[in-house]
């Protein structure tokens, strides 16, 4: 083949990073097992041709000591030897709790002496109608108010990153370090902890709002007041965690969530989530700005109950979609103005995964956020929901980083930016398994050698420019117009069995 082709064929590759095990730097700010990661770095380098790797950066580890006592010694040994073996980081500030959600082996808990302004006040985290409270993340009530020795939700957040700035300067300047993705939530997502395991939901059940402690009601009860319905109170009848809509007045047919004073709370409880992203991304940006390195945020996949006329399960969790309204895109916008990428999930998912009475759609999901987030002119990453080792998995994947296919003439219409393998584990050796997904890395690069120089598939990193204009609740109304998604090939052109 023609060296020219091969240009042209380079950029349709989408770059694949692996995300390392979530105890890789255990709780007590240890980076126990080098040998054994060095091993398995060195394999997936040269032997599958990956690109670089994805770690979470806990915040209950780095500040564990006190306030702004922080401690990055074992992360800055760890990221030298990722950048030793010459592949890029993506870094997750990770604000949140590790253990209870899907797929927590480990668990970190924020900082304690965080966790102890919540013995005297526990309505700094996320709170149910029940009051059961939620101690995975701060609550978005809080993140302008000092109640963290003497700084903000807000400002605990700022002050992390720009010490890991500080101390990960000559990485960030040799460009070792690609992405900086921003927790902003439980499992370090835009979301309200709407599911959790540890309270003992089960999918596929509604989920339940969580915006009941005292900052969160005080600020609905003014802003229900500025409306002109100071009588308005958060929802009593939007059911329990393992409820089936219908089972509930406000999500059954008809029920509360299309009447004025539901839309009034869901808009709310959306825009709340919205720019509590906003302001701290808006932060990230500042810290960030100049530097060769991209922001991204995570958004859940919440694939259950798409296809019920409610979308009870994104409801729930803050994303205010409806067949007449768009959730999605609103997030997007919002990204946009922080020049931010949206990493998405559930890319190996098919509809015929889940039992029928989950009324689950993950490829009408993926393709719907996806097409937003391409309409609003952002890049578009993403990762795999479950563990995932079979051809099956493997080929969604494959046709949702190119939903239509190869172009040998040059870039696709659309492509994804990036793929995050979830996750780096032992049985990702196991023989017949490594075979598979050295052909996962070698389908998602077009067919291509690695390539170390991300100019040539148009991944040149520009220094990160700063905000453009503020985020705006009629920024947010425009975007919730519906639009349509973009058309999707039926299977992949580059399937690992074809």
């Not at 590790?98 to 480990?106: A, I, L, S």
């Not at 509930?248 to 709340?272: A, C, I, M, Q």
């Not at 919440?302 to 409806?322: K, Q």
Request: charged share 25%; net charge negative.
């Amino acid at each position: 083949m023609a060296a020219n082709d091969n240009d042209k064929l380079l950029l349709n590759y989408v770059p694949v990073y692996v995300m390392l095990p979530l105890g890789v730097v255990n709780v007590e700010n240890v980076f126990a097992d080098q040998e054994t990661l060095e091993t398995q770095l060195k394999r997936l380098k040269e032997e599958a041709g990956i690109d670089g790797v994805m770690v979470d950066v806990w915040w209950g580890i780095i500040e564990s000591k006190g306030p702004k006592q922080y401690d990055w010694t074992a992360y800055k040994t760890l990221f030298q030897l990722i950048a030793r073996l010459g592949l890029k980081i993506q870094a997750i500030m990770s604000f949140h709790q590790c253990g209870g959600n899907v797929g927590d082996v480990v668990t970190i808990p924020i900082p304690k002496w965080v966790r102890d302004v919540g013995d005297s006040d526990p309505d700094i985290f996320y709170t149910n109608r029940k009051g059961t409270r939620d101690v995975e993340y701060l609550s978005i009530g809080v993140d302008n108010l000092p109640l963290f020795a003497g700084r903000t939700a807000v400002q605990m957040y700022s002050d992390y990153m720009s010490s890991f700035k500080e101390n990960m300067a000559d990485l960030l300047e040799t460009g070792a370090i690609v992405d900086i993705e921003v927790g902003l939530g439980p499992a370090g997502e835009l979301r309200y902890p709407s599911y959790p395991q540890s309270q003992g939901w089960v999918f596929p059940g509604i989920g339940e709002f969580q915006c009941y402690d005292k900052y969160l009601k005080k600020d609905f009860k003014e802003a229900a007041a500025k409306a002109g319905h100071p009588e308005w109170e958060l929802p009593e009848d939007a059911g329990e965690y393992n409820d089936k809509p219908e089972q509930t007045g406000f999500f059954r047919s008809d029920g509360t969530y299309v009447s004025e004073k539901g839309k009034f709370f869901l808009t709310w409880y959306s825009n709340k989530l919205i720019f509590h992203g906003d302001q701290i991304l808006g932060e990230a940006n500042k810290i960030f700005a100049g530097l060769k390195v991209n922001l991204a945020a995570k958004v859940s996949g919440i694939h259950w109950l798409y296809n019920h006329h409610s979308h009870a399960a994104e409801l729930t969790a803050g994303y205010y979609n409806l067949f007449e309204r768009d959730g999605y895109r609103p997030m997007a916008r919002m990204l946009s103005k922080h020049y931010g990428i949206l990493n998405f999930t559930c890319l190996e998912m098919k509809d015929t995964d889940n039992v029928a009475e989950a009324l689950s759609a993950p490829q009408e999901l993926v393709q719907d956020v996806l097409s937003k987030a391409w309409k609003e002119g952002i890049e578009v990453a993403g990762e795999n929901a479950l563990e995932t080792y079979g051809a099956k998995g493997y080929n969604q994947i494959l046709l949702n980083a190119r939903p239509n296919g190869v172009n040998p003439n040059g870039k696709p219409k659309l492509r994804m930016y990036g793929f995050t393998y979830l996750r780096l584990s032992d049985t990702v050796f196991q023989e017949n398994n490594f075979e598979l997904f050295k052909k996962l890395v070698r389908k998602m690069h077009a067919d291509q050698d690695y390539c170390g120089d991300a100019g040539k598939y148009g991944h040149e990193m520009k220094p990160l420019k700063t905000q453009y204009s503020q985020l705006t609740v009629e920024d947010i109304a425009d975007a919730a117009k519906p639009s349509g998604a973009f058309k999707w090939d039926s299977e992949t052109d580059m399937k690992v069995d074809g």
